[in-house]
Nanobody, 115 residues
Framework: QVQLVESGGDLVQFGGSLRLSCAAS????????MSWYRQAPGKERERVAT????????NYADSVKGRFTISRDNAKNTVYLQMNSLKPEDTAVYYC????????WGQGTQVTVSS
């Protein structure tokens, strides 16, 4: 069955870094566009970053440009989100998304940034 398993979330101080990973299985990962989304308490889920199936064309929400980097390893069926210069407003549950003709979602990983 399809699985997206996020990991790497943690409690980190303002200005710190984290690397999130999302391991995929049960579908042809290399065909899917991959994204990271996040949802803070009381807010709607928002897209953070997207990368094409080939690994090209990364794009980012304005709020994370220059601080976050999305990447993928199609040989390992894994997508990553490197997060630097973290701010308290980055606190959220981060979700991995796979999109082709349908959408698959992971269960989320909590990122908390203390001020």
């Amino acid at each position: 069955q399809v699985q997206l398993v996020e990991s790497g979330g943690d409690l980190v101080q303002f200005g710190g870094s984290l690397r999130l990973s999302c391991a995929a299985s049960g579908f042809t990962f290399s065909r899917y566009r991959m994204s990271w989304y996040r949802q803070a308490p009381g807010k709607e889920r928002e897209r953070v970053a997207t990368i094409a199936n080939t690994g090209g064309s990364p794009n980012y929400a304005d709020s994370v440009k220059g601080r976050f980097t999305i990447s993928r390893d199609n040989a390992k069926n894994t997508v990553y989100l490197q997060m630097n210069s973290l701010k308290p407003e980055d606190t959220a549950v981060y979700y991995c998304n796979a999109h082709l003709y349908t959408d698959y979602w992971g269960q989320g990983t909590q990122v908390t940034v203390s001020s």
